[in-house]
């Protein structure tokens, strides 16, 4: 996974579907990647949340979903609203 992460951070256009890849796979193999989740994810969501593109704005809402999903599997169950909300 970690080859798989550098690649997405250096390439700018895989980075939100390889973020929802990655979350797929954790919540489908039930694995904690918290690591990766709090030291990436809050950085670049206020990225994503620009996006204006049709494109772009389907990947965003498929990586809320999934950061929701994600977290009430990790029990923190504020945190998963606040996804779904958004």
Not at 19 to 28: G, Y
Not at 38 to 46: D, F, G, K, R, V
Not at 73 to 81: K, L, S, V
């Amino acid at each position: 996974m970690k080859e798989y992460n550098e690649f997405i951070q250096e390439n700018d256009e895989e980075t939100l579907p390889g973020l929802i890849t990655i979350f797929e796979a954790a919540n489908i193999n039930e694995w904690d990647i918290d690591e990766y989740y709090y030291s990436y994810i809050p950085n670049q969501l206020e990225t994503f949340s620009s996006f204006e593109d049709l494109g772009n704005r389907v990947y965003y809402v498929k990586l809320l979903n999934q950061l929701a999903i994600y977290n009430i599997n990790q029990q923190r169950y504020d945190i998963a609203i606040n996804y779904i909300l958004d």
